[in-house]
């Protein structure tokens, strides 16, 4: 995430970082959580509508608190939420194979789920040549299994993926963690 509004960090403010551990990436980076006073600076952005909730937060109670931010900017439509076309519908793949590698949440019904070599597909639209699906690894399926979530019960289901457009034949998204599937409300 980055910080559009200097208000959030500014100069003056006394910043803490709150991380899983010390180590940096391969790349030298280290992932923390920022807060100015008490006040988380990611949860506030998501809060304000001005970034996207990533799937990868190991902590529960963090991650339950950063979704239940942006949950409030997408129902009070602020911020990015206030665009209609923040939420990708899964039946449109040419808005979605627009954002090729860019991170994305998609919208809409699991027509079919089905198992090909090592990866399943949760099918948004018959055609698996043009039409967006999600994949899931076979080893990802025990986690899936282990929060109650396995891929079968999604067929029929109302779902929002969030991750990273590519496109294999249709638009895909790899679904990496439990955290980037939300079903939603009804069939």
């Not at 803490?16 to 923390?32: F, V």
């Not at 025990?142 to 457009?165: D, H, M, Q, T, Y």
């Not at 590519?166 to 939300?182: K, W």
């Amino acid at each position: 995430m980055f910080v559009r509004r200097r208000s959030l960090v500014a100069r003056g403010h006394d910043v803490t970082l709150h991380g899983e551990d010390d180590t940096p990436d391969r790349y030298g980076r280290q992932t923390a959580f920022v807060f100015v006073a008490e006040t988380s600076v990611q949860s506030e952005l998501l809060r304000r509508g001005e970034a996207l909730l990533a799937a990868d937060v190991a902590d529960k109670d963090c991650a339950g608190t950063l979704a239940a931010a942006e949950a409030d900017a997408i129902k009070a439509k602020i911020g990015i939420w206030s665009a209609p076309t923040a939420i990708k519908n899964a039946e449109s793949p040419g808005d979605i194979l627009a954002g090729i590698g860019r991170f994305t949440v998609v919208e809409g019904k699991v027509l079919s789920v089905r198992q090909t070599g090592a990866t399943t597909y949760l099918n948004f639209g018959r055609n698996w040549t043009q039409d967006f699906a999600a994949t899931i690894s076979r080893r990802m399926i025990p986690a899936f299994e282990a929060a109650g979530l396995s891929p079968k019960s999604l067929e029929n289901r109302r779902i929002r993926v969030r991750g990273f457009v590519s496109s294999r034949g249709g638009p895909r998204i790899e679904v990496l963690r439990v955290g980037q599937i939300e079903v939603l409300g009804g069939k």
